[in-house]
């Protein structure tokens, strides 16, 4: 009982929180490069004055932009047999609007995908990875207008033919569903791009946002399919499996309301259509969305190849004392601690058994191969005065989600295709803008001001997981 030798083993990055170099060779701001450094408490902020003195993360990152050989040497030596990232579409439309692409832009992703494939890695590209252009998000209030499917599609186009030779597995909008949550920070999500104000109905922009990307999402996919029908098109989801706090009705269904706020993204990108639930929600609200019959039937028609997701921790949620007939989800109200589990120093509660239960959930309802392009611990590392970090804690956590990983594939018969933990090298969090929390199998010396050497140095973790891949799992038993 082994997992298939096919099975892609990698490591997984995005752009935004790698490259830095934001404004060189044509690149124009995206919103990531608006995006202040935060903390754990305190949350980032979009800034439109880059001149203000601030820290920027994505304007430096781990200057990947000009380490990727360097980089790629020590991944290869990893033995990793696919690489995640994104593309930039600043890089490659730096308003958003263009007719034209900077080519530029389109040599920089050239060469880092010739890169990969000359040492044995298949790339693995997210097209929208939380950095759209910030002329979108200026011009036209991002995802809240149609207009931005034209812009979107365009992008994926030109990129689908350029690198259709390179590139098989594609992903459309990384973490689409975590706009679900839309009250979270400043913009109701940085992929939709709609900064946030009072005036506004947010939940309703949120659904009209998600509409149009949905939308851009199956365009995209059918476009793929004509210009290289091998073409492996996903989605990706944020996967985290919500479960009640008491076995009382009231519980369980809250879990369920919350399990379909969260997932029917999900619905529509892999069968196609909207559940029933979210029409009724929508309707009994009179919000009149733009939803036209040709989107409709598009939606239909553009279905993924695969569901790529991402999985860190399970959610546990507890009912109100009085709940509306619709039993609203609003994650940072319902959200309870889960007493079973251990956390994280981030507050992310620690579950291998919710990875396998995810990838059950999934498989039954989609009937499709899943790729688990992000897992990992956000963690604190220290180097050791002999250059050593003994992360043994990451390797705990790896082992013990991969193990639950290889259960859902030998025992459940699970459909897994490839698993690529996050941050695989040291980079800028996403949530939090720091680069103190590390989730590389590689440090990289770099404060959270963008100080430091930049020095790369292998962690404890690069060889558990060097021979982990070597053996295809078999180190760890089941
Ligand atoms: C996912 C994102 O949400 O989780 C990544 O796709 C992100 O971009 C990762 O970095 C981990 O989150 P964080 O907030 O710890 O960086």
Known sequence: MEINN?????????ANQVE?????NGKGDSIADHLTAGSQNTSRKIVDDLSKNLNFPSHYGIDFYNTYKQDIRLL?????KCFRTSIAWSRIFPNGDEEFPNEQGLEFYDDLFDELIKNGMTPIVTLSHFEMPYHLVKKYHGWKNRKLIDFFTNYAKTVFTRYKDKVHYWMTFNEINNQSNFNSSDALFSNSGIIKNNRDNNEKDMYQAAHYELVASAKAVAIAHKINPDFKIGCMLAMAPIYPNTSNPKDIFKAERATQTRYWFGDVQCIGSYPSWLKSYQNNKGWNLDVTPSDIAILKTGTVDYIGMSYYMSMTVKSKEKENNYYSFEEDKDKV????????DWGWQIDPI??????NWLN??????IFIVENGLGAKDSVDSDDKIKDLYRIKYLKSHISEMKKAILCDGVNVIGYTPWGIIDLIS??????????GVIYVDQNDQGEGSGRRLLKNSYYWYQQTIHCNASNIKI
Request: hydrophobic letters at 35%.
């Open 20 to 24: 830095g170099a934001w404004n060189v």
């Open 337 to 344: 601690k889960n007493s079973y589990l251990d956390e994280s």
């Open 354 to 359: 919710g990875l396998r239960y995810s990838l």
């Open 76 to 80: 290869a030596n990893l033995g990793l």
């Open 6 to 14: 096919n099975f892609l083993w990698g490591g997984a990055v995005a």
């Open 430 to 439: 996403a949530g939090t803008g720091e680069m103190s929390k590390r989730y």
């Open 364 to 369: 039954d309802r989609y009937h499709k191969p």
